[in-house]
Structure formats: structure tokens, C-alpha cells
């Protein structure tokens, strides 16, 4: 494999093949030398660009076009024909384009996958060829690869079960750790485990790219995974393996069962919850409300709210709170109402964050024989209110006036996506509590209006930390994913807030920001995981710089052709 990270690129491909390889490929920006070294003349027209006139020309194009899901097309279609130009121009735009390379446009490219599918990228690994997945991970054009995104397609994002078209987001998220934190995208691999789909609408599609079977569930899918896993650790022994976008019932489970032997870590758990407690502790700063005095709501009582009281759990007790306490300051609603220990069926990673019925007789009820987010509102009085339901509109207007009516600066984070998925807009919240919301959203919303001005919304996105945890641990080699390694994602998000020196500004930084957020997002993850044990100690420096190493910048390298 051509070492890609190199300054010259030594080659033995020409011509067609050379032009067909999204890794190499310039477009018109070959050289005259390099024309006539690899047999290019004739194949493209004679005018030799530079990147930086080619990423004009891309962006008018981008620009033209009508709908979001045209430019995902477009973009994707960039991807797979010049990928240095595809990263250059995201790199350049990212504030504009991220919404369409990821959600909430991903959405709709999911949903569309078959029917807007043009070439491969990726692997996708089905269930019927589950003895040749040793054989496929094989190859060696995947011999540089440092980072997976896996997903089986369940749960994309609020919109169900989409199979094989679920590689979107494989895809995006990877797009993402190269834009945002560097990685170089030939050391990236998106997988989909197509293990089928219980989506009567692909199931009865007949161009449907996938493998058109009911999804296999219980010991077949566990045995399937197992396979999948064991050849990662084999091809692979210090990969980082990412789990994107799987059904409740196989997050967890999956997470507990193989965070242990390998790099790996679940996105929607931990990568959300980074992203929401740091956006949280960045929050303090406005509200003035200590981390101890916090009293968290979670509306969505999945995987996502799941993982989000865990770590700010541990916050907690790490500034000073009896870990009984910190746990009595969460709850958690989902369709049944408030998680409290009399129920029946809690999950194990529900459990502990279940509140005691015992605890609450003195509440005011609406009905007895269930508690909603109103009464949690009304008697918990809770300081910030974090939706992950997936539920659109679920934060109605008498819940949040009556949380404005008890808290002087509520807190109000509404982050399923994509868009039409979120629990509230935030120019209703705005308008409910009269100003006085601190919020923070999971997809992009256009500005709100404050103090007479434009006010950007906050997009409380994985994006602002799962890509500089990902090159922390690739950089760092760390052996496996500690929860302190997140913590120290999210203090590094307040830490880097505009709020901390001005409460009036921005709890998150702008996306231009991106990679440097990214740097030192890896930086604190590398540390955090020399101190946990999982990664050799070495300087400051030394670690600054196997960082920065790791951190490509799109641009042309020069080119030398190998001669057989």
C-alpha cells in the first residue's frame, strides 16, 4: 500500500487506474511532469488547476444545487472520485457542510442508501458470507487501517431499522475524524454488519442493496458478532473500533461484553455523553449552578440518557458528592414514566439510576399510576432537562414554563436527531421561558434571536469530541477506552467554552474550530489514558507530537512513478 502520508506518493498505478483510485487521484491538477510520467495526457483536458481553484469550482457546484439531499449525492460522489479535493473543500466549509455529510442530511441518505448507491466504499459484511470475513478484512488494501466505524443499521439515528443502508452513517462519522481531527482517510474503514432487516418497506424493495432476510436475532447474531470481533483483533490488534447506531437491546451489551479486549467504545453511549457533560459543565458558567447542585432530567431512557447520567454521575463524585446522592439526582423518564426500583424490566444499565418509590410520597401526581415528565418537572424541580427519546415536540409548553417558573436559568438540551426528531425547537424554548434558556441542540438549528442580535445555537454533537478521542487513542495506542478518558474529553469541551470567559457568549466553540478542539480533545484523552495504565507514559512533547503526526491536511503531494 502507497504510504499516502508522505509528501511524495511513490506509484505504480497510471492512467485509468490511476485517475480511478479516490486516494490518488487529482483530477486536472496533475502536473505537466506528472501527465507524461503516468500517461495521463489525453485522458484529461489540458488545463492544470491547483486545489485551491478546484475547491472553488466544487463549492459553486455545491452551491447550486437545490435540496440537502442533492448535495449529499454531490458530496458523496466527490468522496469516491478525489478524496483529497472531498476533504479540502469540507475542511474549508465545514460549518456549511456538516449538516449534509452528517445529520441531519446522513438521515436521508440512509433511508435513500439503495437507490442513491453508485460505488462501493467500505466493507459490507453479510450474514450468509459470515466463514469469508477473515478472508475479506484480508485484503491487503486494508493493511494502513487504524480506525472502524461499525454499525448494523437498527437504530440510525431517530429513524429505525434501514439495514445495509445504515453504511451512511459508517461513512459520515468517518468523513468527520478525518475533517475534524485529520486521521487520513486511507487509514479509515466503514463496515456494516448486514445481518438483515425487519423493515417491511426494504424487505419488500426490490432495490434493496442488501440482504433481504429478517434480522437475525439471539445466539446466531451474538455468534456473528463474535466472528466479526475476533477477526478485527486478529488483522488488527490495536485498531479503534467504534459501534455506531445499534438497537438498545445490543448496545450495551456489546459494549460491556468487548470494551475489555480491545480499543473499542459506542458512540452513542460515550460519545454522547462526553459531549453532553461537557456542554453541561461549560453551562455552569452561565447558570452559576455548582455540578453538585445539578439536578438532571433525562427524557429518553435509552442507551444515549443511559450513558449520559453515568458519566455525569462520575463528574459528580469526582467533585465531592457521595456516589448515593449524585445517583438521587437524575431522572430518567421513558414511555412508562419515571424509572423508580419498583418497576419491572429495567435494564441493567437502567437500574442504578432508577429512582426509590419510597422516596417519593410527598410528590404531587397527575395520575397514580404513572409519573411524566410533568410531575418530574413540577416536584424534582430540576435545573437542566436533556431529551435522547427520538420523540419529536416532547418537551411541551407546560413543562418547560413550569421548569422556567422554578429555575432561574434552566438548562434545556434537546438532542435527538436528525432535526425533525428533537424534543423542541429552540426558538420555543426561547419564547416558553422568556429568554432565560440555556440550551443546546443535537442537529443544527438556524440563530435565535437575543438581546436584539443573531445568536448561533449551540449543536451539542458527538462531532465536537468523538473525532479527538479517536486520534487521542490512535496516537497515544492506547490499549483500551476508560470512562476517565470521555471525562477528560468533556472537561477539555469546558474548558474550551467561550462561556468560561464570558457568560453571555457561546457554551461551544464554532466548528472552524474543529481541529483544534480536536488536538487538544486527544491530547487530554492521551493523558487520561497514561494515567489509567492503558497507554505508555511518554512527554508531553512526544505525545504533542505523535498527535500532530497523525493530523493529514489535504493537499496534493507530489507524485513518482514506480517502474515494475
Not at 357 to 363: E, K, V
Not at 368 to 374: A, E, F, S, T
Not at 457 to 468: F, K, L
Not at 493 to 513: C, G, Y
Request: glycine fraction near 8%; include cysteine; charged fraction near 20%.
Amino acid at each position: 500500500m502507497n504510504d499516502l502520508s508522505l509528501q511524495t506518493v511513490h506509484t505504480a498505478l497510471s492512467g485509468y487506474e490511476l485517475l480511478n483510485d479516490p486516494l490518488l487521484n487529482k483530477g486536472t491538477a496533475f502536473t505537466e511532469s506528472e501527465r507524461d510520467a503516468f500517461e495521463l495526457h489525453g485522458l484529461l483536458p489540458p488545463h492544470v488547476a491547483t486545489l485551491d481553484y478546484q475547491v472553488k469550482r466544487r463549492l459553486d457546484a455545491f452551491r447550486k444545487l437545490g435540496s440537502d439531499i442533492q448535495k449529499y449525492i454531490f458530496l458523496r460522489g466527490l468522496q469516491d472520485t478525489n478524496e483529497t479535493l472531498f476533504y479540502a473543500l469540507l475542511t474549508q466549509n465545514i460549518e456549511e457542510m456538516m449538516p449534509i455529510v452528517y445529520t441531519p442530511t446522513v438521515g436521508l441518505g440512509c433511508q435513500q442508501f439503495s437507490s442513491i448507491f453508485r460505488k462501493p466504499r467500505g466493507l459490507f459484511l453479510s450474514y450468509p458470507h459470515q466463514a469469508a470475513i477473515r478472508r475479506i478484512l484480508g485484503n491487503p488494501r486494508f493493511d494502513g487501517v487504524e480506525a472502524i466505524v461499525v454499525s448494523d443499521g437498527e437504530r440510525i439515528l431517530g429513524l429505525g431499522d434501514q439495514g445495509a443502508g445504515g453504511m451512511g452513517i459508517p461513512i459520515g462519522k468517518l468523513s468527520l475524524y478525518t475533517a475534524c481531527a485529520g486521521l487520513h482517510p486511507a487509514t479509515t474503514l466503514p463496515i456494516i454488519l448486514d445481518v438483515g432487516t425487519d423493515s417491511r418497506e426494504h424487505l419488500d424493495d426490490p432495490q434493496y442493496i442488501g440482504w433481504q432476510h429478517e434480522r437475525m436475532r439471539g445466539d446466531a447474531y451474538d455468534a456473528f458478532i463474535a466472528t466479526f470481533v475476533a477477526a478485527v483483533r486478529e488483522r488488527w490488534p490495536h485498531v479503534l473500533l467504534h459501534w455506531e447506531d445499534f438497537a438498545i437491546g445490543n448496545a450495551n451489551r456489546l459494549l460491556a461484553r468487548y470494551r475489555d479486549s480491545l480499543c473499542t467504545f459506542n458512540d452513542d453511549i460515550q460519545g454522547t455523553a462526553a459531549i453532553a457533560v461537557g456542554t453541561l459543565l461549560s453551562a455552569i458558567n452561565v447558570t452559576g449552578t455548582p455540578l453538585r447542585e445539578q439536578r438532571v432530567a433525562v427524557f429518553g431512557a435509552g442507551s444515549a440518557g443511559t450513558g449520559i447520567c453515568a458519566l455525569l454521575w462520575r463528574a459528580m463524585v469526582d467533585d465531592g458528592l457521595a456516589e448515593a446522592e449524585a445517583r438521587s439526582r437524575f431522572y430518567l423518564v421513558d414511555r412508562d414514566g419515571l424509572l423508580v426500583d419498583s418497576m419491572t424490566g429495567l435494564q441493567p444499565f437502567q437500574a442504578p439510576f432508577a429512582q426509590k418509590r419510597a422516596a417519593l410520597p410527598s410528590w404531587t401526581l397527575a395520575s397514580p399510576d404513572r409519573i411524566g415528565l410533568g410531575d418530574v418537572v413540577v416536584n424534582a424541580r430540576p435545573t437542566a432537562l436533556i431529551g435522547t427519546s427520538g420523540q419529536p415536540h416532547a418537551f411541551h409548553e407546560a413543562a418547560v414554563r413550569a421548569m422556567a417558573d422554578r429555575v432561574r436559568r434552566p438548562v434545556i438540551f434537546p438532542l435527538s436527531n436528525p432535526t425533525e426528531r428533537a424534543e423542541a425547537t429552540p426558538q420555543d424554548l426561547m419564547e416558553w421561558t422568556e429568554g432565560r434558556a440555556v440550551i443546546g441542540t443535537g442537529s443544527p438549528f438556524p440563530p435565535i434571536e437575543r438581546g436584539g442580535r443573531d445568536f448561533r445555537v449551540d449543536q451539542t454533537n458527538n462531532a465536537y469530541v468523538y473525532p479527538g478521542i479517536g486520534l487521542g487513542a490512535i496516537a497515544a495506542k492506547a490499549r483500551r477506552i476508560s470512562d476517565g478518558m470521555f471525562l477528560a474529553a468533556a472537561r477539555t469541551i469546558a474548558e474550551m467554552s467561550p462561556a468560561k470567559h464570558d457568560p453571555q457568549a457561546n457554551l461551544l466553540p464554532p466548528l472552524v474550530r474543529s481541529r483544534e478542539l480536536s488536538f487538544h480533545v486527544a491530547m487530554a484523552v492521551a493523558k487520561a489514558a497514561q494515567a489509567d495504565g492503558l497507554a505508555d507514559v511518554v512527554s508531553d512533547q512526544a505525545l504533542a507530537a505523535a498527535v500532530e503526526a497523525k493530523m493529514w491536511e489535504p493537499v496534493y503531494a507530489d507524485y513518482v512513478r514506480l517502474r515494475a
